[in-house]
């Protein structure tokens, strides 16, 4: 009863909370779409400029709306207007009819452009039209012909002439429509017509909103001036629901924004301005008309009071809304993380309540995001074009989620979790006479001799008695690198046995699996540490215990380092290192889905040679045996304590091409063992969780460099060919990157948590992580398109040298800065920098340009010197070791004191 009614407690509360979150998600929506709109407006419309196309037809591609779909429209507009204007008649010829049944008044249009045979079938239809439907009450002869210079002045008005006089015994005045500057500009055009029809548009002026209709009845004003004696229709009066900035010319520049509130605060104060009922108008326009995209550019499809659907975009009175979905859109991003919500909340019941509030605000974060996203073709007029990049946008959108909700969980875990499950630590080491034998492989390639011996010596000081040392030296030519080490374990006697292999396949693995083939019988554990690696006295004698559970598998310890702290980028290379083992290792060990790293690491030999021994096809064997372990069913442990330090990467070089191997490998592996992952196999929830999103990070890297590349690309579009692209990508681009920035701060906030650092460490070793993202998205494409890697030792005592030695390993990231600055200033002085579209744009440019000014500063300080280390800094392996709490009195572990307090992240 206990129990049931703690679950049911449990569950109202997660729902409860669940809840809560959602209601506060839809008062943001609501909020969001208030308006400032108050005037209102009760009088009459008198006309509108009327284009019949619904939302999938184009007079470009040759498709035309059914007679029963303009009667819809004008039924739809005579409820609200009684006149109507048209641009032509040979498109869609039956308008007149169908208006004239409904017993709206027409001023009909004549479409006029350089294709002159068009222009005299037009001309033919308008005087059909005109002189046999008295409806019809005015004729317009071209629309914006001169505006868009498709013929002359002297052309136009020769068409205007031959109209007027074949029409004059029908008394049908006739005009033609432009902006009101270019009836300034040829005053004759006002000579040749019966009225003059003018478009008065303040938005495409660049003037404000505000003062918009004051001014449209200033330039009416000024033609009424210039022309007293000619009657003035305005033929297109209004403002767009979407599209750019558009910016005024002159000392102090305006703008212009378009928008649904916008335009309902001009159509409004236009319909109550006091002069309203006195002129003579048309509404631009009466519906949307999507296909003008490709003639105007992005703002000329969203001219209408009406949308593309024919819904009605804002009321004349009352209340005005920025979006008419968003409580629609609301409800569905509620709907959608409603469920994940209340399974976060109830499941993570060992996490406070804060962090179960966190992780579900997140979710609801991003289930908006994604509503939102997929809305952009309800909301938008798209062309195929503009679909095909929607396309990318969403799925890069949903890519992003993914990366932030699973940072978001680690995230969450180590700062909310109130106590580790599978918290493992050293254990007392068992007494000589009931010592497991472990074989210790230390394999080796090219590596300078005196760095191995001293990983040699450090094996043979071990207070563990019953060990062997395979030392794998695998295809090294130069005999002075390798004779060496072959002397030093003669030296040691047999329990050192060394192998030299010439042409020996497999890289790493390959030498691996020899040494087990050579491994003494009595060995029940395999043993891997790295060249490099000082290993702690107790390294075996505190971990080989965790073997006496039988199902036990692996036990893994921790990279860590040592001779870094006198050194920039050494120290930046440590602290970047020391956060996965701070931090993410504790995350997935809490789940039996550990990373297996090659050194530090102990397998069970039966394990290993159950599951066929090291994978030589894979380039990072180590985490692909962990897989293959845990695929069986095996344990394994995260064992937090340092028992052993190695040198941190020798530059920036050599790191980017382990980081590189690393994200190959991790491809090949993801490839692999796909179907395990998502199907067949023993992994459990969790561990197919982890196995599937551990690599996000870095698939997010290679989703920085698509980003980057489209960015460039589209940024020549908006230079070069600005009406097609000149769509609101910055709009649908922010959240992604917004997502990005977020998930880049997470980390920082971790470090300081977790680890004590300084937070100039914490900014050293976010610079490197952020500067490496190059190396790991070249690295993630290539394992997805090739097959087969090649293992590249990673240099741990050299730079580069040459002149031209700094720039060769960053030469890519360079070439990348340089074209996103180049993209960005030529927008800046191409667009200006009033234009807030354009500002949007080029600070996107500038926020991915921070991967490769990271990777620029990481160079700098691989080149910088070694600093003299004050004398109460730790500056050598045998300076930091402290007393180990299983060694004998006068011994001393490798133990970090710094590591040693960082052991249990949950206390």
Known sequence: MKTATSFLFRLVVAVLLAGAIAAIQYVAWERWNRSSVTVGSESAIKGFAYSPFQRDQSPFTNTYPTDEEIGADLDLLAEAAKNIRTYGVTENPTVAALAEKRKLHVTAGAWISGDYDGNSREIDAIIDAASSRRHINRVIV??????????????????????????????????????????????????????????????????????????????????????????????EIGWPSRGPIMTSEGANPTQAIASPENAARFIREFLSHPRAPKLDYFLMEAIDQPWKVELEGWAGPYWGMYNAEREAKFPLEGLVVKDIRWAEKASIAAAIAFLPMVLICFLLSDWRVLGRVWLAALVQACATTLVVGANVPADYYLSQRDLIGLAGLIIATVLTIAVLLSHGFEFGEVLFKRRWRR???????????????????????????????????????????????????????????????QARCAELGPRFRFFHLDNWPGFKAGALNFGLEQTDPRAEVVGVVDADYVVSPDWLSCLIPHFQTPDVAVVQAPQAHRDWETQPFRRM??????????????????????????????????????????????????????????????????????????????????????????AFGAMQILKHHLPQMLGRGKLNVAQRYHFL?????????????????????????????????????????????????????????????????????????????????????????????????????????????GKLAFFAPIREELGLLIALVSAATALVVMRGTTDLEARLWVGILTLQCIPYIAAVACQIASYMPDRPAPATEATTCSDQTITSPYAPAGQHSLVSHDATRQSDIAA
């Open 142 to 235: 071209g629309n914006e012909v001169l505006l868009r210079k498709d013929i002359t002045v002297q052309e136009l008005t020769t068409y205007i002439a031959h109209v007027r006089k074949t029409l004059k015994r029908y008394n049908k005045p006739v005009s033609t429509a432009e902006p009101w500057h270019i009836w300034l500009k040829y005053p004759e055009l006002a000579t040749s017509v019966d009225y003059i029809t003018v478009h008065l548009l303040p938005y495409h002026e660049g003037v404000p909103v505000e003062k918009a209709v004051e001014y449209a009845l200033m330039r009416y004003d000024e033609l009424a001036r210039t022309f007293p004696n000619k009657k003035i229709v305005i033929g």
């Open 423 to 485: 918290h493992f630590t050293p254990l007392p080491p068992h007494s000589p006479e009931c010592e497991p034998f472990v074989s210790v492989h230390l394999a080796c390639c090219n590596e300078p001799p005196e760095m191995v011996i001293a990983t040699i010596d450090s094996l043979a000081a071990m207070t563990y008695t019953n060990f062997e040392v395979l030392v794998l030296d695998n295809n090294t030519r130069d005999e002075a690198l390798w004779k060496p080490l």
């Open 693 to 801: 999103t551990g690599w996000f990070a870095w698939l997010g890297d290679a989703l920085h460099l698509v980003f980057v590349l489209a960015s460039l690309a589209w940024t020549l579009g908006m230079l070069f060919m600005p009406k097609a692209f000149g769509l609101p990508v910055s709009a649908l681009a922010l959240p992604v990157l917004a997502f990005m920035a977020f998930k880049a701060a997470l980390g920082p906030i971790l470090y300081r948590r977790t680890m004590d650092a300084p937070w100039k460490d914490i900014l050293g070793a976010s610079i490197l992580s952020v500067g490496l993202a190059h190396a790991i998205s070249r690295g993630i494409f290539a394992g997805i398109v090739k097959r087969h890697g090649e293992f590249v030792r990673t240099p741990k005592g050299w730079k580069s040298q």
């Open 573 to 662: 290379c440590n602290w970047e290192f020391d956060g996965f083992f701070r931090i993410g290792m504790h995350h997935r060990n809490e789940r039996n889905a550990l990373i297996q790293h090659g050194t530090m690491t102990l397998v069970r030999r039966s394990a290993l040679q159950e599951v066929g021994g090291w994978s030589e096809w894979c380039i990072c064997e180590d985490t692909e045996l962990g897989l293959r372990l845990i695929q069986k069913g095996y344990d394994t442990r995260y064992v937090d304590h340092i028992l052993g330090r190695g040198l941190t990467p020798s530059d920036f070089t050599a790191i980017k091409s382990q980081r590189f191997r690393w």
